[in-house]
């Protein structure tokens, strides 16, 4: 079932922004924002999700109980995303928030805190008691939302993500 949100904000330059779950022809336009964050920042492509082969199929990903990627539209065009997943490995009750990318124009607009936001209530309503979250240096502006959303520094990763690259993790109890 797909959930529409249209959010009414005064500070935002657009006509129409909506929040809603991922749909499968969602797929192409989410790996291209993906890949295009990743080559903005310069950020290492294997060992993360840019190479990953589930980062073409985001749908069927999402489709997994217990898990959900919030999908931001603005004026009907997707322009990034946010998530709850069930990753293999976490301790009992934890999920990882994943898959937080937002195309450069869509940035300071606060779409990327509703996204983060609408994940972090997801996952309570889920059952989970905690988040955790892998990331890289180069993005070092996510990690400070992350830590004013209550995220706080781990000193090693959590489960099999796959994502061998990543040096940053976090987690936040909920």
Known sequence: MVELINITNPNLSVRD???REIIQE????????????FE?????????????PTTDNLFELFSRPKSVLWVAEIDGAVVGC???YPTEGLPQGCAELV????????RGKGIGKD?????????????????????????????AIYEKQGFRMIDR??????????????????
């Not at 192409?28 to 993906?34: P, S």
């Not at 059952?127 to 990690?143: H, N, T």
């Open 115 to 143: 996204l983060m936001e609408r994940s972090i209530n997801s996952a309570k309503e889920m059952g989970y008691r905690s988040l955790y979250i892998e990331s890289l240096p180069q993005y070092s502006r996510a990690i």
């Open 157 to 174: 990763q959590l489960g099999k993500s796959g994502h061998s690259t990543c040096n940053v993790w976090m987690i936040k109890p909920l």
């Open 82 to 84: 946010c998530g709850v």
């Open 26 to 37: 969602d797929n192409r336009a989410l790996a291209k924002i993906i890949r295009s964050v």
């Open 99 to 106: 898959k937080f990318y937002l195309n450069s124009n869509a």
């Open 40 to 52: 903005e920042h310069d950020a290492p492509r294997e060992g993360t999700v840019y190479s990953d």
């Open 17 to 19: 922004l909506s929040i």
